[in-house]
C-alpha cells in the first residue's frame, strides 16, 4: 500500500534474499555455516567488565552524554598509534572518523560521494554488505575478476579503460565471501595500473589481524603513496561486533566532508561503547588476544578444509584460507546452487549460495562458508552432511 | 582538492555555520545557551552502573554478539506496552524498529521516502537535524508558519494546495527550536485538512516526556486514525543520549522498507546498549525518574523566563516554554541576530542564531536559547549579559 511512497534508490535495494536465508538457517536443528558472527567465546567478556565499571568511576556522567561526530578522541588516537606502529603511517586523529561499525563506513562513503549512475569497480564475488549500502546510491556496479592471488590484472586493465570507475572497492585480506588474499606481487601490479587513474580507492580490512600463519604481513595497495586511499578497519572481529565500531582513515579533508553525512546520519556513534573499547584497549595486551582468536579460527579453519578434502566430491573446489572467517566453494560448472541449498536445508545444514555476492547474478554455482562461529566437531558433521547433499544434485 | 569526487548530495548539505558557532562557544569562559544537551545530572548513572553489571551476568556473550536489525525484542516490547498504556496505540514490535538515536531515524525516512525534489513540508522555523538530514536526499522543503497555538491554518491550506507534499515532519511538543506546543484545537484543524491529502505524516517527538505542568498530555495528530502516520522517539532525553537509541512507530510495510535501509546503514545499533536500556527501564521506575527531569527543568525554565522578563527590552519576544528544552528569542523586525551574536560572545555568552532552523535564512532576527545544561544562577548571570549586549544592537 506504500509503493507510491517508497523512493526509487530503496525500491532497488536488495534484501529479502539473505532475510530468507536467514529465517531458514535460524531452525535449531540446523548446522549454519551461514552466518558471519565471530565465535562468542572470543570475546574478552571479563576485561569488558572491568572496564565498563572502571569508565563509570573515571568519567561518570560523560559517558552517558551526547558527543562528537567524529569520535572520542583516545580511541582515534589509539588508532593512530596502532597503524604508525604497524605500517608506518603518517597520520594524525584528524584523518580519522569512528564510525557505527564499517557498515555505516559503507553507507557514509557512498553517500559522500557516489552520484546516481557512478561507476564503483567491485571484486567479482563482493562483500554483499558493500553491494546493498553502494546500491540505496544508485551506483553503476562495474566487476573486476578475482583470482587466488588476487585480482586478474587483464581484466582489471579492461575494466579500467572501459569504465573510468570513480571509487573501487577492495578487501585485500582473507576476503569475504572468498577468503581470498592478494599477494604482494598482485597488489603492486594492481597499484601500478591504478595509480595514475582519476579513482579513489577503499580497502576495507575487517579481518586483516586474522592471519593464520606466521609470515609477515602484507601491505595495503599503495600505502602511503596516495591521497586517494581510504582504509576501512572495525574492532568487530577482534574485539566485540556488538559495539558497532569501525572507522575510516583518509585524507582530512574527506574526513571532514564524511563527517558532514555522519552529523546528518545519526550525530555521533554510542559514546559508552566508544568509551569501553578504549579503556580495554589501552588496558589490555591487543596482541595477545587477538592470538588466542586467531589460534582458535585457524584449527576451526583446518577443520573445516581437512572435512571438505576427506568427503567432497573431487569435481568440488574450494578456497583454502590463511586468515578471516570463510571459504568459497564452486561446485561443477552448469550445477545450480539453489537445489543443493535446498538438499542441504534437508539434511540440516545450511550455507550462504553465492548470489548476493554477485552485481548481476545467474547460473551460479559457488557458496560461503562461514568456521568461526562453531567447533571443530560440528564443522565436521555438517561438512559431512553437506557432501550428502552435494551427491545429490 | 576532492571536490570532483564528491556527491552533489553532500555538496548541497549545510554544516560549516552550526560547526563555526560550537568552536567559538566552547571556550570554558563563555556561558553557552547554544548547545541542546540533558542536564548531566538527570542521568541514572548508578541504576545503569547496577544493570551493565546485571547483563553482564545475565546475558554473557549475546551483549557483545552482532544482533537483528529491528532491535531487541524486550526493548521493542517496552515501547508497545507504554505507547498502549499512553495513547491506546494498536501496536505490537513489528510495528518498531529501533534506531542509532533519532537522528537515524530520520535519515532512514528521508533513505526510504525522497527522491530527489520531493516536496516535504516543515515547520517554520524547524529541527535543524531535519533539515540536514533530508537535504542530504535533496528534498524540496516546503514550510508552513508556525504560531503559539501550533501551525498556521490558512498557510497550511495554501501549503498542501500549492505543493502537495510528499511527507510532513512536525514536532508538536515543545517543538525544538521554539519550545512551542500545539493545543488540542489545532492538532483537531491540521487533522481535518491532512487526513485525505496523499501524505506521511512523521511526528517527532523527543520532548512530549518533559512536560512542566500537571496538564493531561495531548494525543498525536490523527492518533491511531491513519496507516499514514509515523510517531519517532527517543531515549536520549529521558534516559541518556550517548547510548544513541531512538524508535520508529509505524505501518508494518514501512517498517520492513526501513529495516532494509537500515541494514545497509550500519546492520544494527549497539547491542550492548539496547540490553543496558532495556534493564533499566524494566527494572526502574521511568515515570517517577522524568518527574525528576522535569522539576529540575522547570526551574531552569523558569529561571530564564524570569530573568528575560527582568533583563530583556520590552521590544524582544521570547516563547515560555511549558515543557521542553528551548526557548526562542525574536528581536525587533529588521535587527541582525549577527550583530547580535558578536556582541554577546563578546560578552561571554552564546545561542544558536536562527540561521540553521530556516530553509532560506534571510534578514534573521531570531535565536533559540537551551536552559537545560546550567544551573540557576549561571542562566541568570548569562541573561543579563545578554540583555547587555541586547542594548547594543
Aim: charged residues 25%.
Amino acid at each position: 500500500m506504500f509503493e507510491n511512497y517508497f523512493s526509487e534508490r530503496i525500491k532497488n535495494t536488495p534484501s529479502s534474499f539473505i532475510r530468507e536465508i536467514l529465517k531458514v538457517t535460524q531452525k535449531p536443528e540446523i548446522i549454519s555455516f551461514a552466518g558471519g558472527l565471530p565465535n562468542p567465546i572470543s570475546f574478552p567478556q571479563e576485561e569488558l567488565k572491568i572496564s565498563m565499571n572502571r569508565i563509570a568511576e573515571m568519567y561518570g556522567a560523560k559517558i552517558y552524554q551526547y558527543s562528537t561526530t567524529l569520535g572520542l578522541d583516545t580511541l582515534r588516537q589509539y588508532i593512530v598509534d596502532r597503524y604508525k606502529k604497524l605500517w608506518n603511517m603518517d597520520i594524525s586523529i584528524e584523518n580519522i572518523i569512528i564510525t557505527t561499525g564499517s557498515q555505516q563506513a559503507l553507507d557514509l562513503i557512498g553517500k559522500v560521494f557516489i552520484n546516481e549512475g557512478d561507476n564503483v569497480m567491485v571484486e567479482k564475488p563482493s562483500y554483499l554488505g558493500l553491494l546493498q549500502s553502494f546500491c540505496v546510491y544508485q551506483a553503476n556496479f562495474v566487476t573486476t575478476k578475482l583470482n587466488d592471488d588476487g585480482l586478474d590484472i587483464e581484466d582489471l586493465k579492461n575494466t579500467l579503460k572501459t569504465y573510468k570507475p570513480k571509487l573501487a572497492y577492495l578487501i585485500p585480506n582473507f576476503q569475504n565471501p572468498t577468503g581470498l588474499t592478494y599477494t604482494a606481487e598482485n597488489r603492486k601490479a594492481v597499484f601500478d595500473l591504478i595509480k595514475d587513474e582519476d579513482m579513489l580507492l577503499i580497502q576495507d580490512d575487517p579481518y586483516g589481524e586474522l592471519r593464520f600463519e606466521d609470515t609477515p604481513r602484507i601491505p595495503y595497495i599503495g600505502l602511503n603513496q596516495t591521497e586517494k586511499n581510504l582504509y576501512l578497519g572495525s574492532f568487530s572481529k577482534i574485539v566485540t561486533p556488538g559495539m558497532r565500531l569501525g572507522y575510516i582513515i583518509a585524507n582530512k579533508e574527506i574526513i571532514r566532508m564524511i563527517e558532514t553525512a555522519k552529523q546528518a546520519a545519526d550525530l555521533h556513534s554510542n559514546i559508552f561503547g566508544q568509551y569501553l573499547i578504549s579503556d580495554y584497549l589501552y588496558n589490555n595486551d591487543l596482541d595477545k588476544h587477538i592470538e588466542k582468536i586467531k589460534k582458535l579460527y585457524k584449527s576451526q579453519a583446518q577443520a573445516m578444509v581437512g572435512a571438505m578434502e576427506e568427503y567432497f566430491p573431487k569435481n568440488v573446489k574450494f578456497t583454502r584460507p590463511k586468515g578471516g572467517m570463510f571459504t568459497w566453494v564452486t561446485l561443477e560448472e552448469g550445477k545450480d546452487v539453489m537445489k543443493l541449498f535446498d538438499k542441504a536445508i534437508a539434511k540440516n545444514v545450511a550455507f550462504v549460495p553465492g548470489h548476493p555476492f554477485y552485481v548481476n547474478p545467474k547460473n551460479v554455482n559457488t557458496l560461503r562458508l562461514n568456521y568461526t562461529n562453531a567447533n571443530s566437531e560440528t564443522i565436521r558433521e555438517g561438512i559431512k552432511r553437506l557432501s550428502e547433499a552435494l551427491t545429490e544434485v
